[in-house]
Nanobody, 124 residues
Framework: QVQLAESGGGLVQPGGSLRLSCVAA????????VGWFRQGPGKEREGVSC????????DYTDSVKGRITISRDNARNTAYLQMNSLKPEDTAVYYC?????????????????WGRGTQVTVSS
């Protein structure tokens, strides 16, 4: 059964850190790029970061540059999103998705399979 499962979300104070994981089951993650997206309360879903299949290319939306790092461990069939210096505006449900191996994009239609998301809340 093909499955993507996000984990690692939670409640954190401003300035804190979280590491999100995206675990793939039923297929090899190394044949796909991975995108991370988020949807905050009352907002549209937006792209956060992406990484190609071999990790040769990454990209970030401007609002997270310098604070968030995307990575992957293909041997573990897992992608990660390390989030530091978190701000209240980072509060959202975070989703991972898989797409074509050599395309790093933060456009939703590029991705053809999505996880169910993990909630991140940044609040004091």
């Amino acid at each position: 059964q093909v499955q993507l499962a996000e984990s690692g979300g939670g409640l954190v104070q401003p300035g804190g850190s979280l590491r999100l994981s995206c675990v793939a089951a039923g297929f090899s993650l190394d044949r796909h790029s991975v995108g991370w997206f988020r949807q905050g309360p009352g907002k549209e879903r937006e792209g956060v970061s992406c990484i190609t299949s071999s990790a040769g290319s990454t990209d970030y939306t401007d609002s997270v540059k310098g604070r968030i790092t995307i990575s992957r461990d293909n041997a573990r069939n897992t992608a990660y999103l390390q989030m530091n210096s978190l701000k209240p505006e980072d509060t959202a449900v975070y989703y991972c998705a898989i797409g074509p191996p050599f395309i790093c994009s933060m456009v939703e239609r590029v991705y053809d399979y999505w996880g169910r998301g993990t909630q991140v809340t940044v609040s004091s």
